[in-house]
């Protein structure tokens, strides 16, 4: 099997993972799908970046069963255009998986000529535009070296179209750029941050199946621990598996085409009835290609477990399994008041979270739940949604922190601090202050300068938090922001050079930069496109300073988002491979305009 081969195998692996995963089954089950389109560079330039080759144990690892149904998949290899491609596919039985991975053991070329990955992604986003409406989330993953290579300048003009019509479609890319380093990585980081995915970078091919398992988990934190298949009929047939302690929830997943009688042994070797006095819970859903069976154990004793499986029809049958574990599970505590006086009381709600949904799969009355709050430790009772109790502010006023604890025999989860107020009611500051000596201390003046103090605090505190946090506190730029025109390719028609320091202020940190260069230039005819975009400073959390091009620009009906970032650098190396649409590049950027016309920015210190 060839290395490319070898890394659509592993790219198919990720997607049956990722798109098939089953996170939570309740009474009414609904599964969770994904709708995935992969793209993978197969260029000349790919094949000195992996001379390790993929091990081909990445595709057996994840494509040998699917825990769910639903998910559609689709693949394509590119170069300077489609070379290949496996058209989206609805995954619902093994003939499916099967179909994908006949795609990767055959469908490749292994001989294209220059790179146009914005192409690649414009043409796997229309693939998942284009399937009919439905909940699966849409997610394009993309291998790539970075590298552009166009053989013709309307070749370099059409992918930077392609580029604007993925940066508006709102499906996250997920990129992997193998040995991509320096203006390379920042292009592919600045796709995926624009579409709210995110990019990894191996230094060769025999990384990328580590990464895959790291998107895996990202998306869905589940981790696939085991799969089997088995031919089960009239006699019992045994799967084998061990888990380890501290795992919160194990599913136990398989899929089937008539009735199964099931029977568990765990780690003492001894029969563990299926219900929830186990701390088990069995859901069994139909579909279209068959039975679905899940086996969900919550909090289980780690060591080794056979699940038995027999036909209650006795006739043959094929039998999918796979563990799914699950461990991304937090506590979140809410207060029936965050601000009390002192010795008033108040109730506490915790509850399990599995992302944004409530765990409620099993009883609570497994697992033990203490909040602390001022010394106090306070078992909470176990309910229907969770964990509740009764706590009692302190005395003393301040501000003091909450927490809740869950656990049981291997798992526990502390939640984080949640902050309580206790300060005296008004009623005792009338009070106290009626009492004072008529002519005594001049509180009036100690409380204006303590009112001063915190103000001036307050102001420092906020310049440090935004120096420290860098995007969303605009800087002044103290340079020449160079702008060229080009209203027909080739054609140039104007340059013009602005110093926008003086029309930066703390009360408009951007401006027009329409409306700039026409205070500038009032003779000159200056595009109204222009009017759309922002010229802005901004401090990355590194120090780094960047000017800021964002805004939007009308193309035809639609509007397009703008967002492009230039590096501020004394040392820039004027490296103008990617000067098209890049997103951080050695000095320039270039942006398509609606007309045709093409406009560069450069930015100059000084």
Not at 450 to 469: D, E, N, T
Request: glycine residues 10%; negative net charge; contains cysteine.
């Amino acid at each position: 099997m060839s290395r490319w081969k070898k890394i659509i195998g592993g790219l198919l692996a990720v997607v049956v993972l990722l798109g098939c995963q089953l996170p939570a089954l309740a009474e009414e089950t609904k599964t969770v799908a994904l709708d995935v389109m992969l793209v993978v560079d197969d260029t000349v330039s790919m094949q000195s970046n992996d001379p390790n080759h993929i091990a081909s144990s990445a595709l057996l690892q994840f494509a040998s069963s699917i825990p769910t149904v639903g998910s559609r998949v689709g693949m394509a290899t590119y170069a300077a255009k489609i070379l290949t491609q496996q058209p989206m596919l609805e995954v619902n039985s093994k003939a499916d998986i099967d179909q994908l991975i006949g795609y990767a053991q055959n469908g490749l070329t292994q001989n294209g000529h220059y790179t146009d990955l914005p192409s690649a992604l414009k043409y796997a986003v229309d693939q998942l535009q284009q399937l009919d409406e439905r909940d699966n989330p849409q997610v394009v993953i993309a291998v790539s070296d970075g590298e552009n290579d166009f053989a013709t300048d309307a070749d370099r003009q059409a992918s930077d179209e392609a580029l604007l019509e993925v940066l508006a479609a709102d499906i996250p890319v997920y990129i992997i750029g193998i040995n991509s380093s320096g203006s390379i990585s920042q292009y592919l980081s600045g796709i995926s941050e624009h579409t709210g995915g995110q990019a990894y970078f191996a230094e060769s091919g025999d990384q990328v199946k580590d990464i895959l398992n790291e998107i895996s988990d990202n998306l869905y934190g589940y981790i696939n621990d085991d799969s089997t298949e088995k031919e089960v009929g009239e006699k019992e047939e045994s799967w084998a598996f061990a888990l380890s302690d501290g795992i919160f929830e194990c599913n136990v997943e398989l899929r089937h085409s008539s009735d199964l009688t099931l029977r568990l042994e765990g780690p003492d070797g001894k029969e563990i009835p299926l219900n929830e006095e186990n701390g088990i819970a069995v859901f069994k859903t139909s579909g279209g290609d068959g039975l679905h069976t899940v086996i969900k154990m919550l909090e289980p004793t780690g060591g080794n477990y056979t699940l038995y499986m027999r036909s209650s029809q006795g006739h043959t049958q094929t039998v999918l399994g796979q563990i799914t574990l699950n461990n991304e599970i937090f506590v979140q505590v809410t207060p029936s008041a965050s601000e009390l006086s002192p010795g008033d009381g108040f109730s506490v709600q915790a509850t399990l979270m599995r992302g944004s949904e409530e765990y409620t799969d099993l009883a609570f009355d497994r697992l033990q739940a203490v909040a602390e709050f001022n010394g106090q430790s306070v078992q909470l009772t176990a309910g229907s949604a969770g964990f509740q109790g009764n706590l009692t502010a302190p005395d003393n006023d301040g501000e003091y922190e909450l927490t809740v604890t869950v656990s049981g025999k291997t798992f526990m989860r502390t939640s984080d601090p949640v902050k309580v107020v206790v300060e005296q009611s008004s009623a005792g500051v009338d009070s106290a202050v009626s009492n004072a000596p008529e002519k005594g201390f001049p509180w009036w003046i100690l409380i204006i300068v303590v009112a001063v103090v915190v103000v001036i605090v307050v102001i420092v505190l906020l310049k440090l938090r935004g120096r420290q946090s860098g995007k969303g506190a605009n800087i002044q730029l103290r340079g020449t922001l160079q702008v060229t025109y080009y209203r027909q390719p080739g054609m140039y028609t104007w340059e013009k050079y602005v110093a926008p320091g003086s029309y930066y202020s703390k009360r408009a940190p951007a401006v027009s930069l329409g409306k700039m260069l026409r205070d500038l230039h009032e003779a000159e005819e200056i595009p109204e496109e222009l009017d759309g975009l922002l010229v802005s400073g901004e401090m990355a959390p590194d120090r780094q300073q960047y000017v800021v091009l964002s805004g939007e620009m009308s193309f035809g009906d639609e509007k397009q988002p703008v967002y492009s970032r230039l590096k501020i650098d004394t040392g820039m190396s004027g490296d103008d491979q990617f000067d098209s649409f890049s997103f951080e590049d050695s000095g320039k950027v270039s942006l398509l305009l609606p007309s045709g016309g093409t406009i560069e920015f450069r930015f100059l210190l000084g």
